[in-house]
T-cell receptor, first 114, second 117 residues
Framework: GENVEQHPSTLSVQEGDSAVIKCTYS??????FPWYKQELGKRPQLIID?????GEKKDQRIAVTLNKTAKHFSLHITETQPEDSAVYFC?????????????FGKGTHLIIQP | ETGVTQTPRHLVMGMTNKKSLKCEQH?????MYWYKQSAKKPLELMFV???????ENNSVPSRFSPECPNSSHLFLHLHTLQPEDSALYLC????????????????FGEGSRLTVL
């Protein structure tokens, strides 16, 4: 099955700086890579996703890049704000598509220092 | 109600009890999931129901038994659990495309916080 590794486990940045979270996956047939944000005591929510037919996707201050050859993808947050503090999870779906379900990374606790 | 709702939100049970977690989605989705979230661990996929058929069981112990009576409801029946089963159990749903196999965005419920004494 799919295996997703995520780094770092904790990331502390100054407000206004950029944050980068990296993930690698094992199944070369994986074709869908979402990122979820989970604030303390709340449910995970999708913030951005990318499919394997594109290399980069951007939505305002958030961007995701995908390197299929290296089997890794990254989340980039620019101009960080206090409300960006949360746990971020990357995920990948295996070659079986929806029948496999998403495999998540262990999460990155992002702390925005004022 | 909208979205994905889970009940109960909190549950404390002894190791010999039998209880059930309930999930209901009001989004018209065709796939539902159970995930387990423990401290310092990733979201662990337990069960997938796609078009009401169970398609994944990630070696989950038999003391967890899922039931999906229709595409809107999902249950997780609990029996003779262990203290290490204490965790947040999250239900989710998505709309998957039959033709392409593409999965849609996962919508999570608030979770059921389970404590096993």
């Amino acid at each position: 099955g799919e295996n997703v590794e995520q780094h770092p486990s904790t990331l502390s940045v100054q407000e206004g700086d950029s944050a980068v979270i990296k993930c690698t996956y094992s199944d070369s047939a994986s074709n869908y890579f979402p990122w979820y944000k989970q604030e303390l005591g709340k449910r995970p929510q999708l913030i951005i996703d990318i499919r394997s037919n594109v290399g980069e996707k951007k939505d305002q201050r958030i961007a995701v890049t995908l390197n299929k050859t290296a089997k890794h993808f990254s989340l980039h947050i620019t101009e960080t704000q206090p409300e960006d503090s949360a746990v971020y999870f990357c995920a990948a779906i295996g070659s079986g598509g929806g029948a496999d379900g998403l495999t998540f990374g262990k999460g990155t606790h992002l702390i925005i220092q004022p | 109600e909208t979205g994905v709702t889970q009940t109960p939100r909190h549950l404390v049970m002894g190791m010999t009890n039998k209880k059930s977690l309930k999930c209901e989605q009001h989004l018209g989705h065709n796939a539902m999931y159970w995930y387990k979230q423990s401290a310092k661990k990733p979201l662990e996929l337990m069960f997938v129901y796609n078009f009401k058929e169970q398609t994944e069981n990630n070696s989950v112990p038999s003391r967890f038994s899922p039931e999906c009576p229709n595409s809107s409801h999902l249950f997780l029946h609990l029996h003779t659990l262990q203290p290490e089963d204490s965790a947040l159990y999250l239900c989710a749903s998505s709309q998957d495309q039959v033709e392409t196999g593409h999965t849609g965005e996962l919508f999570f419920g608030e979770g059921s916080r389970l404590t096993v004494l």
